[in-house]
């Protein structure tokens, strides 16, 4: 009988989602997400879908799209809060702003507002601040005429029509999911109802230019050469609202677009600090304390050097911890808390109800992606950012930072720094039949290569080798370049060798992969061979010179702990110094991180760009080499 009920609610869900249709909602005066969705009968999550943007603040007179789905076309009551006056309020011991809010049911957003030195600093005991009052005025709205049918006039497409409404080109999509690629002169499309007025006019004596993914003020200056002043003057809304994916700017008629699409230079943060508040940041780590018996020194350096998750734990914390002291230096002061998840959902459950995380400004953590999951989303709510600091969430929230590039951002690098040098090449592919996908993609990106495929058994199983005989007449004089595609080392370990002897004078061969696996790094493998032929290949992070005395952070570490850095501890310093300086720079750590701010530190760098529908990946990305058995950037 359960099975039936949970068929029939999944069949329910697929016929919901397969009928909704949409409506238009211009913000007023005093409303919030959570207002609007019950006056439309939706979640604020059906709402945040739509309107990604909305999740930071919304202002009045933004355009909002809302799902409808079984909805009855009937007027509803609407509230909405007007506010008549102030109760001053002595914040007392262990009081946060949360159950401030609970108290006198606020929302916290409506408390920061009027005491904006909250947006900057901590709540402290002591402290008085004002808790606005408000009274409820409800008045009856009418559901069905939010939207109006337009008919598509001569010479308009997409973004002629979204800039005339007021929305951005994705918004007007959604509310057409048939329209097509292309309008056509007397189509009718869904577009807000609003006044004639209101509409806008496209004036031809200027150019319009749609905002891609990302894209910021610094962004659009170098391709546009049109400065953020100049924009808000041509696009008044721009104030408010600030850039969205899909809006539509008037731009003057002389702008010409650049294609040319440049590598960033790195950003200092540090010399742009203007948000010295404490930061409160939480780590969330499987240290698993509770297997140590930390009465015995010899047991527990045994548990660290067996326990993988421990070992990674303690030194990316190690790093961590140099971080804020180098901040520290700066002027930034941390308020770091430690969570041991102990690598167990339960525990995830017992810090979450046991912690209000609403004040913090950031959560780095947990290492598990479920885990991490959970986490982000019972924290999305009070909008706090939550780095994944090593694996890829299963679900990208807004609200959640992937800070390892992906494979797909891997392949891409590796691809472009091959396309960037225009001298004539030769290219072969070889790989075995689990990497077929990533071979056809190499070859539609480079036509004229080779490919070559591992041998089969008699069975016609996978052999994992190839014959000398594949391989000739394969290679041309000048430069080849060979991608390997496997994670069999003694597949790898068969080509590497093979084509290692194929070097002569005249004939240059380059081996290069996609994704540099233990297939790479295994006894049968040759650092020998791997240096002769240069071999490149994308990377998160770089190698740093860890016998380098002029690196403070190697230098201070060793002082610290009589020992070099490994990755994990120079991860966890570079990853949590940019998030301190990230947040030191901006607000927050969304307005810190726009698509055109790149940062490096000591072997890693971040860039990261927002998702339309969910959160941010970084999509900085090394292309190192083998350099005389020295792993080098690759340039």
């Not at 879908?49 to 909305?54: K, Q, R, S, V």
């Amino acid at each position: 009988m359960k099975k039936l009920f949970l068929i029939l609610a999944i069949l329910f869900c697929s016929i919901s989602m397969s009928a909704q249709d949409y409506k238009t909602h211009k913000v007023k005066q005093g409303e919030t997400i959570e207002s609007i969705a019950k006056q439309y009968m939706v979640t604020p999550f059906d709402i945040y879908a739509l309107n990604p943007d909305a999740k930071k603040s919304i202002k009045p007179n933004t355009v909002l799209i809302i799902p409808t789905a079984g909805i009855k076309n009937e007027a509803t009551q609407a509230s909405l809060k007007e506010l008549v006056g102030f109760k001053k309020h002595k914040v007392k011991r262990k009081e946060t702003l949360y159950s401030i809010s609970k108290e006198y049911g606020v929302e916290i957003e409506d408390i920061k507002k009027n005491n904006k030195r909250l947006y900057s600093e901590n709540l402290r005991k002591g402290d008085k601040i004002q808790i606005p009052k408000y009274k409820t005025i409800v008045n009856k709205v009418s559901l069905n005429n939010t939207i109006k049918k337009y008919k598509v006039q001569p010479k308009e497409g997409k973004w002629r029509v979204a800039y005339k409404f007021g929305i951005t080109v994705p918004q007007l999509e959604a509310l057409n999911p048939n329209m097509g690629e292309v309008l056509q002169p007397g189509q009718e499309v869904n577009v807000p109802n609003i006044s004639g007025n209101e509409e806008k006019t496209v004036e031809e004596n200027y150019g319009y230019y749609t905002v891609l993914k990302s894209e910021g003020f610094m962004a659009l200056n170098r391709k546009l050469g049109v400065t953020q002043e100049e924009l808000e003057a041509l696009n008044p809304e721009l104030k408010e609202s600030g850039l969205t994916l899909g809006m539509v700017l008037k731009v003057p008629a002389d702008v010409k677009i650049s294609n040319t699409v440049k590598d960033l230079e790195n950003t200092n943060l540090s010399g742009n600090l203007k948000n010295l508040s404490k930061k409160r940041i939480a780590l969330m780590l499987p240290y698993r304390t509770h297997r140590i018996d930390v009465d015995s020194i010899n047991a527990a350096k045994k548990a660290i050097r067996k326990d993988a998750m421990l070992s990674i734990s303690l030194d990316f914390h190690a790093g961590a911890l140099m971080a804020i002291d180098s901040a520290k230096k700066m002027g930034i002061s941390t308020y770091l808390k430690v969570f041991d998840t102990k690598n167990q959902s339960a525990e995830i459950s017992k810090i979450l109800s046991s912690n209000d995380f609403s004040d913090y400004d950031a959560i780095i953590g947990p290492l598990v992606p479920s885990h991490l999951d959970r986490v982000a989303s019972d924290v999305k709510g009070d909008n706090v950012p939550v780095i994944s600091p090593f694996s890829m969430p299963n679900t990208l929230y807004d609200n959640v930072f992937q800070s390892v590039p992906s494979s797909e951002l891997l392949e891409d690098a590796i691809i472009k720094f091959v396309k960037s040098d225009s001298l004539p090449k030769h290219y072969v592919i070889i790989s075995d039949s689990k990497h077929k996908r990533v071979s056809d993609k190499l070859k539609g990106e480079f036509p004229g290569a080779k490919q070559v495929f591992s041998r089969k058994d008699k069975k016609g199983a996978e052999a994992y080798f190839v014959y000398q005989t594949d391989l000739s007449n394969v290679f041309k004089n000048g430069k080849n370049i060979v991608f390997l595609e496997t994670d069999n080392e003694g597949f790898a370990s068969n080509v590497i060798s093979m084509i290692n002897g194929q070097m002569s004078t005249g004939k240059d061969i380059i081996l290069m992969t996609t994704d540099k696996n233990r297939a790479f790094e295994g006894r049968e493998i040759s650092n020998y061979h791997l240096s002769n032929l240069k071999f490149h290949y994308p990377s998160v992070n770089k190698t740093a010179d860890i016998s380098s005395s002029t690196n403070s952070f190697i230098r201070d570490y060793r002082r610290v702990y009589n020992v070099s850095p490994n990755k994990y501890a120079v991860r966890g310093f570079d990853l949590t110094l940019d998030l301190l300086l990230r947040l030191s720079s901006e607000d927050d750590l969304y307005k810190a991180s726009p698509s055109d701010i790149e940062t490096e530190y000591v072997e890693n760098k971040f860039r990261y760009t927002k998702k339309q529908f969910g959160g941010y990946f970084n999509e900085a990305v090394y292309v190192v080499k083998y350099d005389n058995l020295i792993i080098v950037e690759a340039e």
